[in-house]
């Protein structure tokens, strides 16, 4: 997938807007489980926390410290997760990890992914890629710890 410059550009606003407005930012309570993960690469740091009800994900927060990407991937990961089942939720965590993990040549799914597609152009920057996975790996992480059935990752691309 080659995204034109005015894409691109519409996918850096995006990415800033997520990072201005952090959406779901700050630790809430109640919640059943709570991460902190760190990406040692380039230091980012985020704690967060999920609340289940049931199957579906009542409510994730969290408090990020670090770059655009990984802070923004965060807030557009709540939007998607928040009030979906946990297996339609690490279905969405697939689906991102291989737009990830594909160069910049996989066409994301507007529909599914949502902002979340603005990352497809970070795909393409390999050192970057841990920055936008760590909130999605840190949800996953949470959820293991909150008794949640998690099917086991694809293996890592």
Known sequence: M???PDVNQLYQEIILDHYREKHHAGLRSPFGAEV???NPSCGDELTLRVHLDGETIDDVSYDAVGCSISQASTSVMTDLVIGRDVADSMALF??????MHGQ???EPDEDR??????FAGVAQFPARVKCALLGWSALRDALVRA???VPDPESEM
Not at 94 to 99: G, K, S, V
Not at 113 to 118: S, T
């Open 2 to 4: 080659t995204a034109g």
């Open 36 to 38: 902190h993960h760190v």
């Open 94 to 99: 697939d689906e991102f990890r291989h737009m």
């Open 104 to 106: 910049g040549l996989v």
């Open 113 to 118: 992914l949502e902002d979340g597609i603005a």
């Open 147 to 149: 008794g949640a059935e």
